[in-house]
């Protein structure tokens, strides 16, 4: 299998999956570590950093933004800027397809006196940025949008005021950003979440020593909030593997024929942990093992063997903690037996691609009954046989589709082809190489697959 990530690939079934892998470092925490590393008093060492271009494009604008940032191996030093603050950047501070990256730079650059110009790839630059700017604006920071509240953006920072904010979303990203932003605003920022989104930003910042409070709510999400002014001291980070990249190789062990597959150093945080609760709820051979400690987080080891999967209704309380891995949930419900029901995913409507749609026509191009529904999706799953295969999936520039559907295209019953997994090297560059020491076998293909 190439390693080059680029072009056409194709799946075709395999006899066996089995074997066991490291799973990648986690993207989320990825991002926040370099960005708190970036804005600490002295030096920090980061291990486990993902090496991905969203990543690699954070930790890019850290350095454009005064961090001194050096890599040796699989260790990162990062200098921070401390007390000296951010420096003007020279030119624009370019993310790429880094949605996580973008939004939450936003905020850890508004409580500085620099003003900034971020861009991105055609992808990022059509997903929406006016849920973080608006917030940002309240506590005093300046931001030009362009037409639909989308990059490029023009933000200018300084002097902040706290505020009292509900995301109208549940979105992670929005709340980090106004978390970051108030690190640097006078007073006390408090959060009210609509329900409990991912907390990475939370536990990395008191790793960090700031001091972050929550609170549960019964009937809502929790409160956080966070005294500005605080310091953020230098630290040894280590980052916890990605569940969202495991649950690939977890889903290939599930759907194959014959096998089972061992994924080590998952992180295992209850924000994050939807996918292995819905999968279990199918009827899925999934088992804990061991597991160890990382920065904030606890991870474990996931063992995984072929199943027979039964469709159900997913509870929208879990969507929130398996946002990242509905389209390759979906690959599953279309090996179940059965209806399987999302609802309450409408966040999916403004991902890498609009992926309702993009997972409604990856199914419905391998021959699986699919109903798009506004907020969700139905599978009319095939059972143990799986779906017929065959198709060429458009992957919308989506890291997530094209490794769903090459993920589907190991158990299906034709091949399946995408039309381009240039953009897998966003998230999980090692996807290909992965896959292939499981017995997968994916390769690339001409462009008239």
Same mark, same amino acid.
């Given at each position: 299998?190439a390693?080059?990530?680029?072009?056409h690939?194709?799946?075709?079934?395999?006899?066996?999956?089995r074997?066991?892998i490291?799973?990648?470092g986690d993207k989320?925490?990825?991002?926040?570590?370099?960005?708190?590393?970036?804005v600490a008093?002295?030096? *920090?060492?980061?291990r486990?950093?993902?090496?991905?271009d969203d990543?690699l494009?954070?930790?890019?604008?850290?350095?454009?933004?005064?961090a001194?940032v050096?890599?040796e191996?699989d260790?990162?030093?990062?200098e921070g800027v401390?007390?000296d603050g951010?420096h003007q950047?020279?030119?624009?501070?370019?993310?790429?397809n880094s949605?996580t990256g973008?939004?939450?730079?936003?905020g850890?650059a508004?409580g500085?006196?620099?003003?900034?110009?971020?861009v991105?790839?055609a992808?990022?630059s059509a997903?929406?940025?006016?849920r973080?700017l608006?917030?940002l604006?309240?506590m005093g920071a300046?931001?030009?949008?362009?037409?639909?509240?989308?990059l490029p953006?023009?933000? *200018?920072?300084?002097r902040?005021r706290?505020?009292?904010?509900?995301?109208?979303q549940?979105?992670?990203?929005?709340?980090?950003?106004?978390?970051?932003?108030g690190?640097?605003?006078?007073?006390v920022?408090?959060?009210e979440?609509?329900?409990?989104?991912?907390?990475?930003?939370?536990?990395?910042?008191?790793?960090?020593?700031?001091?972050v409070?929550?609170?549960?709510?019964?009937?809502?999400?929790?409160?956080?909030?966070?005294?500005?002014?605080?310091?953020?001291?230098?630290?040894?980070?280590v980052?916890?593997?990605?569940?969202s990249?495991?649950?690939f190789?977890?889903?290939?062990?599930?759907?194959?024929?014959?096998?089972?597959?061992?994924?080590r150093?998952?992180?295992t945080?209850?924000?994050?942990?939807g996918?292995f609760?819905a999968?279990?709820?199918?009827?899925a051979?999934?088992?804990?093992?061991?597991?160890?400690?990382?920065? $904030?987080?606890?991870?474990?080891?996931?063992?995984a063997?072929?199943?027979?999967?039964?469709?159900i209704d997913?509870?929208?309380?879990v969507?929130?903690?398996?946002?990242d891995?509905l389209?390759?949930?979906a690959?599953?419900?279309?090996f179940?037996?059965g209806?399987?029901?999302?609802?309450?995913?409408?966040?999916l409507r403004?991902?890498?691609?609009?992926?309702?749609?993009?997972?409604?026509?990856?199914?419905?191009?391998?021959?699986?009954?699919?109903?798009e529904?506004?907020?969700g999706?139905v599978?009319?799953?095939?059972?143990p046989?799986?779906p017929? $295969?065959?198709?060429r999936v458009?992957t919308?520039?989506?890291?997530?589709?094209a490794?769903?559907?090459?993920?589907?295209?190991?158990?299906?019953?034709?091949?399946?082809?995408?039309?381009?997994?240039?953009m897998i090297?966003?998230?999980?560059?090692d996807?290909p190489?992965?896959?292939?020491?499981? $017995?997968?076998?994916?390769?690339q293909?001409?462009?008239?697959?």
């Amino acid at each position: 299998m190439a390693s080059n990530l680029g072009g056409h690939m194709i799946a075709r079934a395999a006899p066996v999956i089995r074997g066991s892998i490291e799973a990648p470092g986690d993207k989320s925490c990825s991002h926040r570590a370099l960005m708190m590393a970036a804005v600490a008093d002295g030096r *920090s060492t980061i291990r486990g950093l993902l090496d991905a271009d969203d990543v690699l494009a954070t930790a890019n604008a850290m350095a454009a933004l005064g961090a001194g940032v050096s890599r040796e191996g699989d260790v990162w030093r990062i200098e921070g800027v401390g007390r000296d603050g951010m420096h003007q950047p020279e030119t624009p501070l370019d993310f790429g397809n880094s949605g996580t990256g973008v939004r939450l730079t936003f905020g850890l650059a508004a409580g500085y006196p620099i003003s900034a110009e971020f861009v991105g790839d055609a992808s990022l630059s059509a997903r929406p940025m006016e849920r973080v700017l608006a917030p940002l604006r309240e506590m005093g920071a300046q931001a030009e949008a362009s037409a639909g509240g989308r990059l490029p953006v023009r933000l *200018s920072g300084g002097r902040l005021r706290s505020i009292r904010f509900a995301p109208p979303q549940a979105s992670a990203q929005v709340k980090s950003a106004v978390l970051l932003a108030g690190l640097k605003a006078d007073g006390v920022t408090v959060i009210e979440e609509k329900e409990a989104t991912r907390d990475h930003t939370e536990r990395m910042l008191r790793a960090f020593g700031v001091e972050v409070e929550v609170s549960q709510r019964d009937g809502a999400g929790p409160v956080v909030s966070l005294l500005g002014g605080q310091t953020l001291k230098g630290t040894e980070a280590v980052i916890p593997g990605d569940p969202s990249s495991a649950a690939f190789a977890i889903a290939a062990a599930l759907i194959a024929r014959d096998g089972g597959v061992e994924v080590r150093n998952v992180m295992t945080n209850p924000t994050r942990d939807g996918f292995f609760k819905a999968a279990a709820a199918m009827g899925a051979d999934l088992r804990a093992g061991v597991g160890g400690a990382a920065t $904030g987080e606890v991870c474990t080891s996931w063992r995984a063997g072929p199943s027979a999967l039964k469709g159900i209704d997913l509870d929208p309380a879990v969507v929130a903690s398996m946002i990242d891995e509905l389209p390759i949930f979906a690959v599953l419900a279309a090996f179940a037996e059965g209806r399987t029901r999302v609802t309450g995913a409408q966040e999916l409507r403004v991902k890498e691609s609009d992926r309702i749609k993009a997972i409604c026509a990856m199914l419905e191009a391998n021959g699986v009954g699919v109903e798009e529904l506004e907020d969700g999706f139905v599978v009319h799953g095939c059972g143990p046989g799986g779906p017929p $295969g065959g198709g060429r999936v458009e992957t919308r520039h989506d890291h997530r589709i094209a490794m769903s559907a090459l993920v589907m295209g190991g158990a299906a019953k034709a091949p399946v082809a995408v039309d381009d997994v240039s953009m897998i090297a966003t998230s999980y560059r090692d996807f290909p190489e992965h896959m292939a020491s499981l $017995g997968a076998r994916i390769e690339q293909c001409g462009n008239d697959a």
